[in-house]
């Protein structure tokens, strides 16, 4: 009778240790599937997309045509109009001009960005050219600026001649008259309506002959 009864307890216990590892290797196979499913790359559509849009960049603006019209004396007449014998003036590629990044005002801590004006891309006298001889008796100059985009709203042209500022219309065509003989600078700005330099041309040198007509005593 013992003997049953131990018989009975073992062939509990081995019942029991059985159903363990029978629990216990489910519990294995479904974590190793969880990390596996954890691994796998997501499709495509759980992808983030960049919202971002790439920049088109914008094409260069035109020049501004200019004419030039040379009589029968040999004096030269610019206009932004084409005329009856007037040549079309052969631009080249001037100097361009970069504006400075945006910089950030920082007040109370907090960042401000100071908003940037708008600029020009060429800005440059293409005629006469530096240290070109101009022969006029009336002593007339004109010179003919490159202006890319065309002059703004609110911006003024502005010319000096050897240091001085000299009148001007707002035109790319500038005319100078009764200019002395000899050697003269030029440079033109473009200025705000508060007077702040936006941006310089170089500064040429233009040498004007002008014939003296002497009369005998």
Same mark, same amino acid.
């Given at each position: ?6 018989? !009975?307890?073992? !062939?509990? @216990?081995? +019942? ?8 216990? *290797? ?28 790439? =920049?088109?960049?914008? =094409? ?7 004419? &030039? ?5 040999? #004096? ?11 040549? *079309? ?12 990044? =945006? ?15 708008? +600029? ?5 006298? &293409? ?7 101009? /022969? ?22 502005? @010319?000096?001649?050897?240091? #001085? *500022? ?5 035109? +790319? ?15 033109? /700005? ?11 041309? *170089?500064?040429?040198?233009?040498? !004007?002959?002008?014939? &003296?007509?002497?009369?005998? #005593?």
């Amino acid at each position: 009778m013992h003997k049953n009864i131990l018989l !009975l307890i073992t !062939l509990m @216990l081995v +019942s029991t240790m059985t159903v363990f590892a029978q629990e216990t *290797e489910q519990k294995e196979d479904q974590n190793a599937t969880e990390e596996t499913a954890k691994e796998q790359p997501r499709d495509d559509k759980d992808k983030p997309k960049d919202d971002k849009e790439k =920049p088109v960049s914008k =094409p260069a603006p035109k020049p501004q045509k200019i004419y &030039v019209k040379t009589d029968a004396y040999g #004096n030269r007449t610019y206009s932004d109009m084409p005329q009856k014998g007037a040549k *079309e003036l052969d631009i080249q590629k001037s100097t361009e001009y970069t504006p400075p990044k =945006p910089t950030n005002v920082w007040t109370d801590l907090k960042p401000k960005v100071v908003e940037q004006q708008p +600029s020009y891309s060429h800005f440059s006298i &293409v005629s006469p050219t530096n240290d070109s001889t101009v /022969r006029n008796n009336a002593g007339n100059v004109q010179l003919a600026l490159d202006i890319r985009p065309k002059l703004l709203p609110g911006h003024k042209l502005v @010319l000096f001649m050897d240091g #001085n *500022e000299m009148p001007t219309t707002g035109s +790319s065509i500038l005319s100078l008259s009764n200019v002395d003989r000899g050697s003269h600078t030029f440079e033109a /700005r473009i200025q705000s309506a508060e007077g702040e330099i936006i941006v310089t041309t *170089e500064t040429i040198t233009v040498h !004007l002959h002008r014939a &003296v007509i002497r009369r005998g #005593n």
